[in-house]
């Protein structure tokens, strides 16, 4: 039988090196924090946003939002999304958490398994997280800018040496952790501050897990000031990302803070 060779063009190496993006709106950012701190209502003040709500949760906000069902639907607006790249400069997956519980169920109906540990050798596990990521890589592939929310909980960390010690960590299941976390740009955790109403920490420690992979952003800054509403928050975030983070939680009036964010 005479196999059919997919054609592809002639590889070729770069004949210059890449630009660093500059825009806001063209990078990815998982969120994780308390329950009712703000996540939503932060995300619904990037540009042009398209939530995905696979949970409650934006009941109360003028936003562009579809209630998803099951993974068959999530992944439904992903092919809408990439047939249609004009529409939608944002999508907030609302919660990352949800939203990976739906793939597992999608896949464990698929391989006819009550539960993932039931195939050996860790194929369940392996093939819903092939499943998971494989599905989020097409979505950060539209050229969006996507932000993931998740909650926080308390997870006992044992060290090599044997000690014991409690961390802060988004609610994801582990496989989703794995995959979301060292994917995106940015990953920040939402909490309380008795000076500034909230803060977003964006440099983790042996407490909090956090962090960031943008080498000319966010430069000097460990945790962002997010005041006590949804605007301070995207304004001070947006100052942050520009190097122009002062003492002050936002822009001095009459003044707006240059947003530097892709628009059409």
């Given at each position: 039988m005479k196999l059919e060779t997919t054609k592809r063009s002639a590889l070729a190496f770069p004949a210059k090196k890449s630009i660093p993006r500059q825009d806001l709106g063209e990078f990815s950012i998982l969120i994780f924090g308390r329950e009712k701190i703000g996540k939503t209502s932060f995300a619904?003040?990037?540009?042009?946003?398209?939530?995905?709500?696979?949970?409650?949760?934006?009941?109360?906000?003028?936003?562009?939002?579809?209630?998803?069902?099951?993974?068959?639907?999530?992944?439904?607006?992903?092919?809408?999304?990439?047939?249609?790249?004009?529409?939608?400069?944002?999508?907030?997956?609302?919660?990352?958490?949800?939203?990976?519980?739906?793939?597992?169920?999608?896949?464990?109906?698929?391989?006819?398994?009550?539960?993932?540990?039931?195939?050996?050798?860790?194929?369940?596990?392996?093939?819903?997280?092939?499943?998971?990521?494989?599905?989020?890589?097409?979505?950060?592939?539209?050229?969006r800018g996507v932000i993931f929310t998740s909650h926080a909980m308390e997870r006992e960390i044992k060290a090599r040496d044997g000690r014991k010690y409690d961390r802060v960590v988004p609610t994801m299941p582990k496989q989703a952790r794995e995959i979301l976390e060292p994917i995106v740009d940015i990953w920040g955790y939402m909490e309380y501050d008795p000076q500034e109403g909230?803060?977003?920490?964006?440099?983790?420690?042996?407490?909090?897990?956090?962090?960031?992979?943008?080498?000319?952003?966010?430069?000097?800054?460990?945790?962002v000031p997010m005041g006590k509403t949804a605007k301070q928050a995207y304004e001070n975030f947006v100052r942050a990302f520009n190097n122009d983070l002062t003492d002050k939680p936002s822009a001095p009036a009459g003044k707006e803070s240059k947003l530097i964010i892709r628009r059409k």
């Open positions: 619904a003040e990037f540009e042009d946003a398209l939530f995905l709500m696979c949970e409650p949760g934006g009941r109360d906000l003028e936003i562009y939002q579809k209630e998803v069902v099951d993974w068959k639907e999530f992944k439904g607006y992903v092919e809408l999304l990439e047939q249609d790249r004009s529409s939608f400069r944002t999508v907030v997956v609302d919660t990352a958490d949800r939203c990976f519980k739906m793939c597992e169920e999608y896949m464990l109906k698929k391989m006819v398994i009550q539960h993932a540990s039931d195939e050996d050798y860790g194929k369940g596990w392996s093939m819903i997280r092939d499943e998971f990521a494989s599905v989020v890589l097409r979505l950060l592939k539209t050229e909230r803060t977003l920490r964006l440099r983790g420690d042996s407490q909090v897990a956090c962090g960031h992979r943008l080498q000319n952003h966010f430069i000097g800054v460990e945790a």
